[in-house]
């Protein structure tokens, strides 16, 4: 299968396997902050709930484009994910996928709102980090793209404090638009709420384990196309469907977006950093031109792949300075010349129809078991009150929001996080911070603050065990 040889295959398998235990974990783990809401105030049943949650989440995966999980993917340098010995790049996956479901296993089990994002990207972390420390990094680079790390990790930092104070914002609008104190009221039990009520609830319940999938079933495509391409990179380096003319078109476009840019007026760093596009561009075109029966060689695509993304990379870094003599718009014109919708990236940006159905059944089918847990933490364990139709529905419209802005920014969240601090606020919002359970806030703020450091550590230590048991 694919030219494998029968080892390298096998653990291929247990790599992709290892991927949808990932995202089945990820889907009962964060099941909780979609259906809470909809549970703790009777708006259904739940049964019913997780199952509409798992619908919802799986068509979130199918529709949610892959932005996100290209994210996950350029994490990592090229020359890390493509490694002359795949047994080493098979250790790197399996490190960062075991680490990542031992920490969310461990966190679901103490019923522990903890963030599936934030391990995952611990855990890549991690097996950077290692790989900086190993004998043959003889240059002593940090092997991951910290430009893309920060922005990960300050999305992931900012998004709780931006959730808790939206959920003040909406209790208080609330307040003043509606009249009706049901509401505001805790939950009769076993008793429905009025209509309205529970059309709301369902609703928000609808869009969070929608935004839910849009975002984090992407992580899954990601660490798939991981597997994919340090495993098998001659056939998933490049997109299959992207013919090498395609591309050659593409570089044009970029080409005459990079010749405006006058060298005259960038400093000696910049016009090295232009030097080299310029030269990456000139090797490319030419690998490009060898293609006579419209086919790359597998050694090829890989040439044509570090090409695209450090041609890609380092002209962000220069569209960044004020000292390029373009205008907005040509600014403009060539980032689009090198994104992944119509554009040179949209030949290394990709994940084929089978991978994105299989994260999507993975996910669906972990929502709808093992949400017992960190609902209870989540309905009754974060404020001193129960859970009012006001305060669930506040949470979970804010999380929708915040989610699907950030899956258009092609930015990682935590659901979790972010549904967490928008319940402490809307329980803030009614009767102040004395309404918040300082031992569940404490253990959810220490299972926040350790979750990067242990993800890393574990994720560092285990590709190191692993990079020497296979290779």
Not at 195 to 204: A, E, K, P, Q, V
């Amino acid at each position: 299968m694919l030219g494998l040889e029968t080892s390298i295959f096998i653990l291929l398998c247990v790599c992709l396997f290892c991927a949808c235990a990932f995202e089945f974990v990820n889907g009962f783990h964060d099941t909780a902050n979609a259906v809470a809401t909809v549970i703790y105030t009777n708006s259904l049943q739940p049964n019913i709930a997780v199952v509409w949650s798992g619908i919802c989440n799986f068509l979130g995966v199918i529709t949610g484009g892959i932005g996100v999980a290209m994210g996950i993917v350029n994490l990592l340098p090229v020359e890390m994910l493509i490694d002359q010995n795949v047994y080493h790049s098979i250790a790197m996956v399996l490190a960062l996928l075991l680490s990542a479901i031992i920490w969310n296993l461990g966190t679901w089990y103490f019923g522990l709102p903890s963030s599936s994002s934030h391990t995952l990207i611990g855990s890549i972390l991690g097996v950077g980090l290692a790989f900086t420390l190993l004998p043959e990094n003889s240059s002593g680079n940090i092997q991951v793209n910290t430009d893309k790390a920060y922005e990960i990790l300050l999305s992931l930092l900012i998004s709780p404090v931006v959730g808790f104070s939206l959920a003040i914002f909406m209790m208080f609008f609330l307040r003043r638009i509606l009249r009706n104190d049901a509401i505001f009221k805790e939950p009769k039990k076993n008793t429905p709420p009025p209509r309205w009520i529970r059309g709301l609830l369902i609703l928000t319940c609808t869009g969070v384990s929608y935004a839910h999938g849009n975002n984090d079933g992407q992580k899954g495509v990601g660490l798939v196309m991981l597997i994919l391409i340090g495993v098998t990179p001659a056939f998933f380096a490049l997109n299959a469907d992207i013919q090498p003319a395609q591309i050659r078109t593409d570089l044009v476009n970029v080409t005459q977006g990079v010749n405006r840019i006058d060298p005259g007026s960038l400093s000696a760093r910049e016009r090295e950093k232009l030097t080299l596009v310029k030269s990456r561009m000139i090797d490319l075109d030419r690998v490009l031109s060898t293609a006579t029966t419209g086919e790359l060689p597998a050694t090829e695509r890989l040439h044509v792949r570090r090409d695209i993304l450090l041609i890609d990379s380092e002209l962000k870094d220069l569209l960044k300075s004020n000292s390029i003599s373009l205008s907005d718009a040509d600014r403009s014109s060539l980032r689009e010349a090198t994104s992944y919708d119509n554009g040179l990236r949209r030949a290394t940006d990709f994940a084929p129809l089978w991978v994105i159905i299989l994260i999507s059944i993975s996910l669906g089918l972990g929502t709808m078991i093992g949400w017992k847990r960190i609902v209870v933490t989540v309905g009754e364990k974060i404020g001193k009150q129960h859970l009012t139709y006001a305060q669930g529905a506040s949470a979970e419209l804010m999380t929708f929001v915040i989610i699907m802005a950030s899956s258009l920014k092609s930015l990682p969240v935590s659901t979790t996080h972010i549904l967490s601090s928008g319940i402490a606020g809307s329980m803030v919002a009614s009767k102040g911070i004395k309404n918040l359970q300082a031992k569940t806030v404490r253990n959810i703020a220490l299972a926040w603050v350790l979750t990067l450091p242990v993800s890393i550590m574990l994720a560092g230590t285990l590709f190191i065990v692993l990079r020497n048991l296979l290779g």
